[in-house]
Every structure is written in structure tokens, then in C-alpha cells.
């Protein structure tokens, strides 16, 4: 079935998905000029570059920082640092956010950009694999945000769990995966096949409560038990 098309208040031509989006964003608090350099940068200089979780879902991980009030916050994956720089920017002055990348050919374009923002007193960037360095940073964490290999998210998480004090949250980005996730031609795929994988073992896991939001590529929400 076609989608609808409707108008933008520039008269664009979008279709019905593009032009919700473009409203959801309308009304939602503006991206800081600096994420926006960024999230431009990213997409410019960086392959994949919509891995970046751009002005929505940025705006969401700030709010949700806000609310929760971590002190100390994990992220695995930091790709272009947007996603941890929203994070901090939400932190209360105290606050502090360690974030990990495996991959060492990021950090010539991340470090500079982490290191260089408003928030920069706020995050530790380190070249590493979380599942087996976050427990050399010697804290408990309030918060988690896993964005990293889709392989291999349930190690990654068993690897956090242990780390996170009761009552904390996890956030994991792309449990839905475009979609894959309940797409059988996606069966052989690996990527599909760790996210299926992870889904259900957050689903059985009576350690924790969670939710799938749909938000662009799914954003599951995880909560520990006291």
C-alpha cells in the first residue's frame, strides 16, 4: 500500500513517514549547534554515518539521563562520540560517562570531537572492549547504553550486568533492526541473528523488567531488579 503525501510547510513534497518526522522533530527541543556540526561531520567524513543517533534519539538519551540521574554512565560503542556527548550533556555536574570503542581507526576523527565539546570534563574515551575493560574503571554504573557489535550483545550485557548497581538502567539501540528481526529472509544474517538472540534473552531474564520502544531502529529499555 502507497503511503500518503502530504505537504511540509516549505510545500516539499514528502511522504507520510517523512513528513510525521519532520514534525516529531519540529516540536521537539533543537539539536545544539555543536552536536549538529557533528552529526554533519559524521555523515561526511565517516562510512555508515547514519549510525549516528542524530537529533531525536539524542534529544531522548539526554532526557533520559535527566531523569534517572546516573552519576556514573557506561556506553559501548561510542562511534562519532554524538551519542555519548547527549548523554553528558544531561548529566548533573557530578555526573561522569566512561565510553568504549573497539574499533582503535575511530579515534583519530572521535577523540578530537569528544575532547573539544562543551562536555568534554564529563566523558572518559577509551580505545577497548567494553565486556572485558569496564571492570578496570572500578565503578558501579547508574546507566548503560550498548550500541556496539550486534553479534555479540549478549555477552556484552552479561559482561555489564555485574557492573550495574541495583536499579540501574540499560539502554540497547537497534533491538529491532530495521526491521530484520521479524523478517525471514534475514535468517542467515549474523547481525540479525544476535539481535533475534538478544531479544529473547532480555525477554526470559528475570534479573531485569524492559520495554521495546520503536523508535527509529528500536531502543530497548532494561531495568535491573533491586
Given at each position: 500500500m502507497a503511503k500518503s503525501k502530504t505537504q511540509d510547510p516549505n510545500h516539499t513534497t514528502l511522504d507520510g513517514e517523512a513528513a510525521l518526522d519532520s514534525y516529531v522533530i519540529g516540536h521537539s527541543d533543537p539539536e545544539p549547534e555543536y552536536l549538529y556540526r557533528l552529526w554533519r561531520a559524521t555523515n561526511v567524513h565517516m562510512l555508515h554515518g547514519r549510525m549516528a543517533s542524530g537529533h531525536l534519539q539524542g534529544r531522548l538519551l539526554k532526557m533520559l539521563v535527566q531523569m534517572v540521574r546516573p552519576k556514573?554512565?557506561?556506553?559501548?560503542g561510542t562511534f562519532s562520540g554524538y551519542s555519548a556527548l547527549c548523554m553528558?550533556?544531561?548529566?548533573?555536574?557530578?555526573?561522569h560517562l566512561w565510553t568504549f570503542e573497539i574499533n582503535d581507526e575511530q579515534e583519530d576523527f572521535t577523540r578530537p570531537w569528544i575532547e573539544q565539546s562543551p562536555w568534554a570534563d564529563k566523558v572518559t574515551f577509551i580505545i577497548?572492549?567494553?565486556a572485558t575493560e569496564a571492570q578496570k574503571v572500578g565503578e558501579m554504573f547508574d546507566m548503560a547504553f550498548i550500541d556496539g557489535n550486534k553479534r555479540t550483545y549478549i555477552e556484552t550485557y552479561e559482561a555489564l550486568l555485574p557492573l550495574m548497581s541495583p536499579g540501574a538502567f540499560i539502554l540497547a539501540d537497534n533491538t529491532l533492526w530495521d526491521g530484520h528481526v521479524i523478517d525471514p529472509e534475514y535468517q542467515r544474517d549474523r547481525q540479525t541473528q544476535g539481535i533475534r538472540a538478544f531479544n529473547d534473552h532480555i525477554a526470559t531474564d528475570n534479573r531485569v523488567t524492559?520495554?521495546?520502544l520503536p523508535l527509529r531502529d528500536g531502543l530497548t529499555i532494561i531495568r535491573k531488579n533491586q
Open positions: 556514573r554512565v557506561i556506553e559501548v553528558a550533556e544531561g548529566l548533573d555536574p557530578e555526573g577497548g572492549d567494553a524492559r520495554v521495546i
